[in-house]
């Protein structure tokens, strides 16, 4: 299995922008859907998180401002960025929790992608 993010970039206060992350491989079940990001020196940190079901959480930060989504057909999950602020700069990585063909459940992340925001 395979996590591939996209649609990080460079940004000014104030703007948007709108990951995505794709896996691909030898999938039968995704649970969980998740975003986290991390800065030099620091631990990587919970952005949000969507259930199979649809239920959502966030971080206190990002809260009114992130919206996670998530497209089945695609095992694809969705990060919307509005409002942009300097201190969301980061690098952001996915995660899925993915159950494979052989059954095994594992949890699995992207490489991550840089989101920078200038004030």
């Known amino acids: 299995v395979q996590l591939q993010a996209s649609g990080g970039g460079s940004v000014e206060t104030g703007g948007s922008l709108r990951l995505s992350c794709a896996a691909s491989?030898?999938?039968?079940?995704?649970?969980?859907m998740g975003w986290y990001r991390q800065t030099p020196g620091k631990q990587r940190e919970f952005v949000a998180r969507i259930s199979s079901g649809g239920w959502t959480r966030y971080a206190d930060a990002v809260k009114g401002r992130f919206s996670i989504s998530r497209d089945d057909a695609k095992n694809t999950v969705h990060l919307q960025m509005n409002s942009l602020k300097p201190e969301d700069s980061a690098v952001y990585y996915c995660?899925?929790?993915?159950?494979?063909?052989?059954?095994?459940?594992?949890?699995?992340w992207g490489k991550g992608t840089q989101v920078t925001v200038s004030s």
């Open positions: 491989g030898s999938i039968r079940i995704v649970n969980d």
């Open positions: 995660s899925q929790n993915i159950r494979v063909i052989d059954g095994a459940w594992g949890n699995y």
